[in-house]
């Protein structure tokens, strides 16, 4: 569980520094809080952010529960590919939105895993106990 845990703070950093671009962006670009547009780089750093806030409701409690009830070493590895995908979504998402793909994949593909993974374990260890 140490790795999850390293994880997850490492998640809740990079959610940290979002939210500071988007503060640097908003005096780079002028656009006083508590304006949400006026320029579209700093539009870009506050989806950025936003959207990451988005995933991380559903992302930190599947890597919880995949680690303790599936596997804490796979939850920390899929974690480390949503952390990496993060970031190749904010840096490609700030440059050009239309190329967020990749980013995006790479962050939301590890949550389905995981969400399957706790799904097949809940219903296996609902069979079993029943079967018992």
Same mark, same amino acid.
């Given at each position: 569980? $140490?790795? %999850?845990? +390293?994880?997850?703070? %490492?998640?809740? !950093?990079?959610?940290?520094? !979002?939210?500071?671009? %988007?503060? @640097?962006?908003?005096?780079?670009?002028?656009?006083?809080?508590?304006?949400?547009?006026?320029?579209?780089?700093?539009?870009?750093?506050?989806?950025?952010?936003?959207n990451t806030q988005e995933l991380l409701?559903?992302?930190?409690?599947?890597?919880?529960?995949?680690?303790?009830?599936?596997? $804490?070493?796979?939850?920390?590895?899929?974690?480390? %590919?949503?952390?990496?995908?993060?970031?190749?979504?904010?840096?490609?998402?700030?440059?050009? $939105?239309?190329?967020?793909?990749?980013? @995006?994949?790479?962050? +939301?593909?590890?949550?389905?895993?995981?969400?399957?993974?706790?799904?097949?374990?809940?219903?296996?260890?609902?069979?079993?106990?029943?079967?018992?």
């Amino acid at each position: 569980m $140490p790795f %999850v845990a +390293i994880v997850t703070v %490492v998640a809740l !950093l990079q959610f940290f520094w !979002l939210a500071l671009q %988007v503060g @640097f962006a908003r005096t780079r670009y002028g656009v006083a809080a508590p304006a949400t547009s006026g320029n579209e780089i700093f539009e870009r750093h506050f989806r950025v952010h936003m959207n990451t806030q988005e995933l991380l409701v559903m992302f930190l409690p599947t890597l919880w529960i995949f680690a303790a009830y599936v596997s $804490p070493l796979w939850a920390a590895a899929l974690g480390v %590919v949503f952390v990496l995908g993060r970031a190749i979504y904010a840096i490609s998402y700030v440059r050009d $939105p239309k190329s967020r793909s990749l980013g @995006f994949g790479l962050s +939301i593909f590890p949550v389905l895993i995981m969400l399957i993974g706790i799904g097949v374990w809940a219903i296996r260890a609902i069979l079993m106990g029943a079967a018992g």
